[in-house]
């Protein structure tokens, strides 16, 4: 998971995003995704896992309600950094490319 913070942060500040992090998630709304991320072509919400860990319960809540409500929310895992997903998608907010 720390590995693909490191990547989503690195990539997000080269292409220019603006990104939310929540430095100590213990004193935040329980649930709410690791980042969000915003560029000229729109608003993306993401949760961070190991490979093989699953949203908790309020996570998949958030998950769900946000995706219900029009918004781009899903999760990252360290695959998605190896297969490009995150590159392609962060370049395609900023408005550099398609997903």
């Given amino acids: 998971e720390d590995d693909v913070e490191r990547q989503v942060r690195h990539i997000a500040a080269d292409?220019?995003?603006?990104?939310y992090h929540t430095h100590d998630s213990r004193r935040?709304?329980?649930?709410w995704p690791d980042w969000v991320l915003s560029?000229?072509?729109?608003?993306?919400?993401?949760?961070?896992?190991?490979q093989d860990g699953k949203p908790t319960r309020a996570?998949?809540?958030w998950l769900d309600a946000l995706?219900?409500?029009g918004m781009d929310a899903a999760v990252y895992r360290p695959?998605?950094?190896l297969s490009g997903r995150v590159a392609r998608?962060?370049?395609?907010?900023?408005g550099m490319g398609a997903t």
């Avoid at 560029?39 to 190991?50: A, H, M, N, T």
């Avoid at 998608?89 to 900023?94: F, G």
């Fill in 59 to 61: 996570q998949q809540e």
């Fill in 39 to 50: 560029g000229k072509c729109g608003v993306i919400f993401r949760e961070l896992k190991r």
């Fill in 28 to 31: 935040s709304h329980s649930g």
């Fill in 67 to 69: 995706t219900a409500a």
């Fill in 79 to 81: 695959s998605d950094v």
């Fill in 15 to 19: 292409l220019g995003l603006l990104a």
């Fill in 89 to 94: 998608e962060l370049a395609a907010l900023a």
